[in-house]
């Protein structure tokens, strides 16, 4: 599975930015796919994720409120869209992809990622 993200780039503070990952090779019957971000010296940390229906969502508190992740199925995307955005939110953020049906928090869940997009906020 490869996945690619785009989207990235630098927005002030209060604006927005949409963020999408598209995933191609192989296909599973059902897969969560979730955004992490890593800031320059911190550790991975969970963003958002999204169950293969797209019905359940789960979101960090510090992020909860002003991000929306979403996904087609038909064109095997994830997005997020960024809104209200603080020059805390500035980091590289990745997407993440797991086979089944449920949301994992912790990146050792995920086997897959994509190559990370930069998103810097300005004060």
């Known amino acids: 599975v490869q996945l690619q993200a785009f989207g990235g780039g630098l927005v002030q503070a209060g604006g927005s930015l949409r963020l999408s990952c598209t995933a191609s090779?192989?296909?599973?019957?059902?897969?969560?796919m979730s955004w992490f971000r890593q800031a320059p010296g911190k550790e991975r940390d969970f963003v958002a994720g999204?169950?293969?229906?797209?019905?359940?969502?789960y979101y960090a508190d510090s992020v909860k409120g002003r991000f929306t992740i979403s996904r087609d199925n038909a064109k095997n995307t994830v997005y997020l869209q960024m809104q209200s955005v603080k020059p805390e939110d500035t980091a590289v953020y990745y997407c993440?992809?797991?086979?089944?049906?449920?949301?994992?928090?912790?990146?050792?869940?995920?086997?897959?990622w994509g190559q990370g997009t930069q998103v810097t906020v300005s004060s």
């Open positions: 999204i169950t293969w229906s797209g019905i359940n969502t």
């Open positions: 090779g192989r296909t599973f019957s059902a897969y969560t």
């Open positions: 993440a992809l797991r086979s089944g049906l449920n949301i994992r928090s912790l990146p050792l869940n995920y086997p897959y």
